[in-house]
Structure formats: structure tokens, C-alpha cells
């Protein structure tokens, strides 16, 4: 077993790049898309399947796990891995923007945040010691530093500010990480819409020697060209032999524009948010099963998929289950999603590494443009 | 493959028995639980995981296919089997005793009952003739007789109008049904807790001539002791050579009480439900994993079981996921719970052939009263 963190970049095509991380718990095939396990679990799905789909990594919120078990009681259980059943790379989040989008009574300064639980009401605060403490507790393999993350659209002087803060809890989180064997820790780049402070926030990073960078801030509302304008800035600033984590991100065609501007991990809940109301997204197109257009289709969402879900259930059966509020419709339809990207993923693994990433985009493109979710 | 219905008894201890239906979709080994699968899906499962865990054969419900998405449909679309991707046998029940307990503006006759459904308030007839023929549609391999299912308690007189209303209905439904190759008819006994009724009822069936017999009405209520007294008066009565079937039991005392006294087939709710609301069924009892006791145990629900479920994970975890609504939590316990009466099933049978139903009874029965869900 390998013991260190390591990251290689096996291939290019463009700007887009392919390689493998290695890490104590297994390997990460990049471009890596990360499903979301918000509570310890990657909603409406068995672990193994998750791991089936070919997902290599899962990621899991730290601001819902301290409310709810409490990162103390997980680690007395042995640890993340070990509760949700899940032996393969977990990346946590710093807890820092779900703090801000779903904790009451918010109150930031220098130290950290206090804030009241949208659960129960009880009191919290979290710093960048903290955040990493609990990432440790959980037994994360990579860890994200302690950041505020602000919505855009705001004032050059709130992204500033906001990024200048990171800058410091960047510091005191990478300090309160310590050195771990095979563990990582991540580094995020804000500074909003606004190349100059992204490109500040990316060379104070990497002076500060993460194992990896994230984007942050971006996918939080703003037009998509905004977002690739602020990768393409940021990438050139970021070391190649590093691994870079757009957070948040997206859409298929988000995942393929970033791919081709050199990211190599992502994560979202789109696939999983969306298979538990009724989509599906597919080779041609998005389905939304909901609709009764569906009601006596007979044909699957895929018959050449690897998922059984997409093969061996028809468009009929699903939107019937959909209809039906039942549980085996969003199981369907969550493993239907997360096949789809990684497939999509894999597909873009193998472009890179055969050099023709750019036609297999064009070829994406046409097909998501054919529509109807049906093979020709 | 074998295209009649057969049934044999392969096995007897005391009035306990074991046997085998070959039908042409496959074996149902009795005495034998069937997971119910309302709306052509075993809540919250995949299909081939309650195949895995020893289920022969899934109950489907008339009344809500019917509604949602329609039989016409579903022959359409190929049929039930084919709709929900369950290739082995289908038991469907007939639509009446849903009526009188979920629909709404029920007016019931001689010539059957009109009622508006419970979904959309659209007006519906259903009646022995319409009951098979959307039972048909469906591709049911068992089908149940049109009955009337009165509440217990009930007046005498009541619960004999029903019980020859009903007979009237197993004629008609007899006749609707046709032989066809390879599929069943059972007609269902009723006559509410008076002794002398069930007898007329039974014999009047047994005239008929159906494939098997139901044993209708009961765990509508009333005590135990009622029910057990009612089945040890019918099954007298009762060919040897048929399948003997009481619908809607029940908890495993239930099935064990009444697999003693000469029951072949059951079908509940209660695993599948009681999983998705925090109760597992073990072999040490009933546990409610929403209960803070369990919030720190990391022991799993049964750590020699073969069901990953209640092998795999805590039951710290397992509170959490009860507790913070996930799905998964339902997931888990519902194959808990189906594994569990399964499991049960298989050993009865086991303990049949061996002929020592009696002693595996007493076992059982001790290391529930264990209580804690654990083993000593």
C-alpha cells in the first residue's frame, strides 16, 4: 500500500490533462467527478454500488456531520470510512460555505464563525483549527483549508475582503493540518469575479505549498462564462504537478468546459439532487421522467449502458415510480445520474489519453443536442 | 420449464408442512412470505436484492395498479413482470379489500363495487368478471377470487352477507378466470370470527374447485387468539393438497403460530414498512433504531447474518441515517427486515424436514424474548 499522496499527470490533449492520484485508500482516476455523501451517505445509494458506478472518491460535508452524529462520536466509531461503510478516498469540506448557506444567526470575525444549527438551534464555532480537527476526527484523506466563501454577485471589496480572510485561515488551517502520511490538504482560491484577487489568492496559495487547489466561490449563481473566465485565470497561476478541484461544479457541459481548461476534480450534487426528482441525465439529453410523455414508453434510458438502472427498466416503469413518490424511482434514477458522469468522465479519460479530447467534446455536444435521451 | 401449476407437500411436523409450487416463472418453496410490492415495487428495494434474500414470489396490488399507472397499460407495456424486472412468480390480490379500505364514495352491490380512487377522485367499477380480467392483464401467476373483506369486530349478520356475497363472487370470479395453463385461481375463505360461517364458507369453496385457498379477513384487528382459533377451524376443511394462504399476516409470531397450524403462504406490509419507519426484526427481537441508545453502538443488527445490511453496518449508523431522514436508512432496514423473514421462512422450513418444528419454535421464541437485538 502506498503511504503517501501523489499525484501524476499520465496525459495531455490541450489543456486538458488525465492522471491518477494515489493515495493510502486507493487510487483517483483524474479528471475525477466526486459523488456527494452530504450525512455520511451518497443519498439513495448502497456504498458499494457508488464505488460500482466508478466513482473512486466521495465527498462528505463537515457542517453537517459535526451537527448530526458530531465529528466526536464518529471518530469514537472508528472513523467516516468505517461508519458509512465506505474503505476508498473521502474529501471533506471545510464546513465554511454551508455554514454560510444553511446555519441561523450567523456571526464572522477574525477567529471563525459562530453560528446557531439549522437543525436544532444549538451553538457553534468553527475556525480554521476547528475545521481541520474535525476533518482529522472523520479521518478524511483530503482535507479542504477553512475559507469564506461569498455569492456572486458582490462588491469587488466583499470579494476581496472575504479573500484575504481565506488567505489568513488558509495559514492557520494548513498550521492545524500538521503533516499527515498519505493525507492531503487543499488550498482555495477566491476573490469572486475579479481576476486580480483571483490571481493573488492563487499565488499566496501556492507559496503556502497545499497538496492541491481548489476553485472556489464559483457555481453560486453566476453565468457559466463568468466561471470558465475565472478557471482560465486561475490555471495559469497553479502548479502543473498538482491537483486542481473545481468545487461545486456542475453541469455535463460545466464538467467538459473545465475539463478543457485543465481541472481535474469536481464535485456536485446535480446527479444525485436531481435522479430524486425525476431526471435523468443521458448520453442525448436530459429526461424528465415526470413528464407524460413517458407514461407508455416501453424503451430503457440506456440499452447500451453499463447500469442496470439506465438498461433493465423502461421510461414507463420509471416515470410510473416517479409518479408514485416511490423510493426505487429515485434509487433508479440517482444511479442512472452518477453512471452517466462517470461514464462521461471515463469517456474523458480515455480522450485525453488517446489526444482527441476536442472531438470527443464535439461529439458529446452533438449527442446531448439530439435530445429525446434515445439512440438514433 | 413446467407449465402447470403443481404443489407438492414434501414434508410434515406436526400440523406444520413444507412443499414446493412449481409454476412455469419458477419454485416457491413453502411455508413461504411474499414481499408486497403495492405499486409494482417492493418499496425501497431493487428487485434482484429481494430475489437474493430468499424471496420466491412478490404480491401485487389490483386496486393501485389499477389506478396508477392502469392495466391496460401495463399489457401494454408487456405486462407486470416485465414492468417491475421480477421474472419469477407474482401473486396479485383482487382489488377488494383496497377498495373498502382506501377508496373513497364506495357503493357496493351485488354486481360489485363502484368507488372513486384515493389519487384523482376518478370513478371506477370493479367486479369478480373486471377483477380477473385486469388481473390477467397484469400477467398475474396467482390470482385471487373478487371478495368482500368486512372489519373485525363486525355483527354475524353482517359477516354472513359478506361471506355469501363473497361465495357468489368466487363463482363469477371462477368462471371469468378460465383455465390457463400454468396460472392459479384461489378463492379466499370469509365469514368474520364466527366458526360455523368460516366452515360454510371453506366447504363452499372447496366445491369450487380452485387451485388453492386463502384464509381472508383476518389481522383486521382483532386479538391473536381470534385469528389462531379461525385458521385451526378452517384448515380442517382445507384440501391437504392445495396451498393454504392467510393473506396480510403478519408479525413473526404470527407466521410462526400459523405456519403450526398448517399455513403455506403470507404476505405483509409490516417488514417493509416497519423498515422505513426504524424497526428492524432480528433474531433477538425488535429494535427502534430511532431510540439514543443506539446512537454510540457499533455493533451492527446481526453480525452472522448473510444479509451486508444487517452485517455491514452499526447501529449507530443506522440511527443516524433513521434520524436524519435518509433514504438509505430505509433501504437498509427494509433488506434487514426482509432478510429477517426470510430467514425465518428458511428455517421453518428447515425444521419441518427435520421434524422438529416444534423445538425450532421454542429456540425461536427464546432468543427473542433475549430482547437487545444481540447475540449473548
Request: charged share 20%; net charge neutral; glycine share 10%.
Amino acid at each position: 500500500m502506498n503511504e503517501s499522496f501523489c499525484f501524476e499527470v499520465t496525459h495531455r490533449s490541450g489543456q486538458a490533462r488525465s492522471g491518477v492520484i494515489t493515495m493510502p485508500r486507493g487510487i483517483i482516476r483524474t479528471p475525477a467527478f466526486m459523488p456527494v455523501g452530504t450525512a455520511a451517505t451518497v443519498k439513495a445509494m448502497y456504498p458499494d454500488a457508488v464505488k460500482a458506478l466508478g466513482a473512486d472518491i466521495v465527498l462528505s460535508n463537515t457542517y453537517h456531520l459535526m451537527l448530526r452524529p458530531g465529528a466526536e462520536r464518529i471518530a469514537e466509531l472508528g472513523g467516516l470510512h468505517k461508519f458509512m461503510n465506505w474503505p476508498y478516498p473521502i474529501l471533506t469540506d471545510s464546513g465554511g460555505f454551508q455554514v454560510m448557506s444553511l446555519a441561523k444567526l450567523r456571526k464572522l470575525d477574525e477567529n471563525g464563525v459562530t453560528f446557531q444549527s439549522h437543525i436544532d438551534g444549538a451553538r457553534y464555532v468553527l475556525t480554521p483549527e476547528r475545521s481541520m480537527e474535525i476533518q482529522a476526527l472523520l479521518g478524511s484523506d483530503i482535507e479542504m483549508q477553512f475559507d469564506e466563501c461569498v455569492r456572486l454577485p458582490c462588491s469587488e471589496a466583499e470579494a476581496e475582503r472575504a479573500m484575504r480572510l481565506s488567505l489568513r485561515w488558509a495559514e492557520r488551517s494548513k498550521t492545524a493540518f500538521r503533516a499527515k502520511p498519505g493525507r492531503a490538504i487543499f488550498g482555495i482560491v477566491q476573490g469572486g469575479a475579479t481576476q486580480a484577487l483571483r490571481v493573488e489568492s492563487a499565488q499566496a496559495l501556492v507559496d503556502m505549498e497545499f497538496n492541491g487547489y481548489a476553485i472556489g466561490g464559483l457555481a453560486v449563481g453566476e453565468p457559466q462564462a463568468i466561471m470558465l473566465a475565472m478557471i482560465e485565470t486561475v490555471v495559469p497561476h497553479l502548479p502543473f504537478l498538482k491537483p486542481r478541484y473545481l468545487m461545486g461544479v456542475g453541469t455535463p457541459d460545466d464538467l467538459l468546459q473545465s475539463v478543457g481548461r485543465g481541472i481535474d476534480m469536481f464535485d456536485c450534487v446535480m446527479p444525485t439532487r436531481a435522479g430524486r426528482h425525476g431526471l435523468a441525465y443521458t448520453r442525448y439529453g436530459r429526461l424528465n421522467l415526470r413528464n407524460a410523455r413517458h407514461a407508455s414508453d416501453a424503451s430503457p434510458i440506456d440499452p447500451y449502458s453499463a447500469c442496470t438502472a439506465a438498461r433493465d427498466y423502461s421510461r414507463a416503469y420509471l416515470h410510473h415510480l416517479i409518479k408514485s413518490g416511490e423510493i426505487l424511482g429515485m434509487m433508479l434514477l440517482t444511479a442512472v445520474n452518477l453512471a452517466y458522469y462517470q461514464d462521461l468522465m471515463a469517456g474523458m479519460r480515455s480522450a485525453i489519453a488517446a489526444g482527441n479530447f476536442d472531438a470527443f467534446c464535439a461529439e458529446t455536444k452533438t449527442n446531448w443536442a439530439r435530445g429525446e435521451g434515445k439512440a438514433a
